[in-house]
């Protein structure tokens, strides 16, 4: 490469761009040297040649005896500065590139760690429109007098409402609507999960918490897992309690989140290069540790991730293996302050 080479066909003054600087201007620098050493080794030998000739010539060539001498001299000073010349430029040259090689690893940990940003709050997004969705249709007529009633027409018609809103929302697998015992009397999906109705969810975290709760405006959330009612499929479940007439609850409402095909989308739609992508991994982890999504689906679901993040939110670093691992913490987002999922990236070389 050319020192002179158009910096704009680069697309900009980058870390890498000034590494291949500075291996072009070393490369240059070690030709020139041992040219240097070239010539100062034949100056040397036709200097020594001279010497003899003026030797043999006697009284005659004597003064010439003395230019020899000094151009030996010469060569020997000029071999002497190249020898050091190289040594120092050699040292600059290594500290140089040093610091380039900081710099590039922290442009790209930085463009990792944003990548990580962007997953991570797209998902939050994403998961705080669930929350809005079930306290809403908590509050549903519908869903809440097929609780207060033990009437099955009420609840075949709450099982045709929420039918009706899957088909406006496909991000979910199912909607259930559950009794204060935990048993589901109704949901959405009949004519694909056949045996939901019945299930007993009163040891699920989700309902628990749900019923547990005294405000309208508060929900629960599960960790992602497979449920088995839903052909095991992997769901993130958000619930809300239906409120009676007197504001306690009196049932829950359950929406299963098709998670898998969602999170998918998210790590996939990471916008990273063609090349980036063949040595990038993207992923969604929990805050178990638990690998949750990855773009290339490998390791799941037992593979876990414990990020070196020293208690930061965000940053970059490098693993055991030389790969540069970015990642930053969920900062939720409006009323949906977050799981304490990470963003992360995996990238080697």
């Given amino acids: 490469m050319l020192l002179n080479e158009d910096v704009s066909s680069e697309g900009g003054a980058t870390p890498e761009l000034v590494l291949r600087y500075v291996d072009a201007a070393a490369g240059i620098s070690e030709v020139k040297v041992r040219d240097i050493h070239t010539i100062t080794a034949h100056t040397h030998l036709l200097a020594i040649n001279a010497s003899i000739v003026a030797a043999r010539s006697g009284e005659a060539g004597r003064g010439f005896t003395v230019v020899a001498d000094e151009v030996k001299n010469v060569a020997g000073q000029i071999a002497r500065i190249a020898s050091e010349m190289d040594g120092e430029l050699s040292k600059a040259f290594a500290a140089l590139r040093d610091v380039g090689t900081r710099m590039a690893d922290e442009v790209r940990g930085q463009r990792l760690v944003d990548l990580a940003l962007n997953a991570i709050e797209i998902m939050d997004r994403n998961l705080y429109e669930r929350t809005c969705d079930v306290r809403w249709w908590a509050t549903d007529a519908a869903i809440v007098e097929a609780v207060a009633h033990d009437d099955q027409e009420r609840r075949a018609h709450a099982s045709r409402r929420l039918g009706v809103i899957l088909r406006a929302y496909t991000v979910y697998l199912d909607i259930w609507l559950c009794d204060p015992r935990g048993q589901v009397i109704a949901h959405g999906r009949g004519d694909r999960y056949a045996k939901v109705i019945g299930t007993d969810v009163s040891r699920e975290s989700w309902f628990r918490d749900a019923m547990a709760s005294r405000s309208p405006d508060d929900f629960a959330v599960a960790d992602i897992a497979r449920c088995r009612a839903l052909d ?118």
């Avoid at 980036?276 to 876990?304: F, Y």
């Avoid at 939110?313 to 302050?337: C, I, K, L």
């Fill in 232 to 349: 095991n499929a992997p769901v993130a479940t958000y619930a809300a309690a239906v409120h009676g007439d007197n504001g306690r609850p009196i049932g829950v409402l359950g929406i299963h989140f098709n998670w898998g095909a969602q999170a998918e989308a998210v790590v996939k739609g990471v916008r990273l290069t063609q090349a980036e992508a063949k040595r990038t991994r993207v992923l969604l982890v929990d805050a178990k540790n638990r690998v949750i999504a990855a773009s290339d689906k490998s390791g799941m679901p037992d593979e876990t991730l414990r990020l070196e993040h020293g208690g930061r939110s965000a940053g970059s670093y490098r693993d055991s293996r030389g790969n540069t691992v970015a990642f930053h913490r969920t900062p939720g987002y409006e009323t949906y302050r977050g799981l304490g999922w990470y963003g992360a990236l995996i990238q080697s070389g």
